[in-house]
Structures are given as structure tokens and as C-alpha cells.
């Protein structure tokens, strides 16, 4: 768990990075956020919503830090809850990724035993 700790660590940096240097055109950052929360997902099922929202959370955690340091910004200060828009790829992520696992299990593996 050490591992995908360091690498959602790694992702949200990247997450960051891309959020405050991305111009007009945000697919790149969409992107790394729908594949990121699908590996997460696919990881663990269990905790997909987990990693979806620690994923999201380098989206308006970056901006935040940006207008508190005077960091430039393209397009300049914007609420911030326009960033929840971010909470669609790494929901739908996460959810494929999940499902994609669970339904790659067996069904004697699906099934609690009693």
C-alpha cells in the first residue's frame, strides 16, 4: 500500500503541475484524472471513491495554493467551485475502474462465504 501511496502522491503532483500550467486547453489534466482514478479504481474497488477524491482534491488544492502565493494563474482569479467540475472525470474513472475489476472476478470469487 506504501507503493500506490508514493504514486498517488507522484499523480497529484502531476495533477497540480498540469493544473497550473495548463493555457486553454485542459484535456491533458482530464485525462491523467480519468486514467489515474480507473488504475485506482482497478486497484482497489473497495476504495475507488477514496482515491477519486484524493485524486480531485489536487485540482482546487493547486488553484488555492496558486492565489495564495500569487502564483499566475491563467485566465486569472476564478471561484473555485468551478473546479468541482473536475469531480466528473475521476468519478467516472473510478467507477469504470471498479467495475472493470469487479467484473473480471469469478463469481465463486464474487460471492462471501458464510
Same mark, same amino acid.
Given at each position: 500500500m506504501?507503493?500506490?501511496a508514493l504514486v498517488l502522491l507522484l499523480v497529484d503532483l502531476a495533477l497540480a503541475w498540469g493544473n497550473l500550467h495548463a493555457a486553454d486547453d485542459v484535456q491533458p489534466v482530464v485525462a491523467l484524472l480519468l486514467l489515474a482514478s480507473f488504475g485506482f479504481g482497478f486497484y482497489r474497488p473497495?476504495?475507488?471513491?477514496?482515491f #477519486? =477524491?484524493?485524486?480531485?482534491a489536487?485540482?482546487?488544492?493547486?488553484? $488555492?495554493? /496558486?492565489y495564495a502565493t500569487h502564483y499566475p494563474v491563467y485566465g486569472g482569479h476564478h471561484p473555485l467551485y468551478e473546479e468541482l467540475i #473536475? =469531480?466528473?472525470?475521476?468519478?467516472?474513472?473510478?467507477?469504470?475502474? $471498479?467495475? /472493470?475489476?469487479l467484473a473480471m472476478l469469478s463469481p465463486r470469487e464474487n460471492t462471501s462465504r458464510d
Open positions: 506504501a507503493v500506490a473497495r476504495w475507488s471513491w477514496l #477519486a =477524491l484524493l485524486l480531485f489536487a485540482i482546487p488544492t493547486s488553484t $488555492a495554493w /496558486a #473536475a =469531480l466528473i472525470p475521476v468519478a467516472i474513472g473510478a467507477a469504470a475502474g $471498479a467495475g /472493470a475489476r
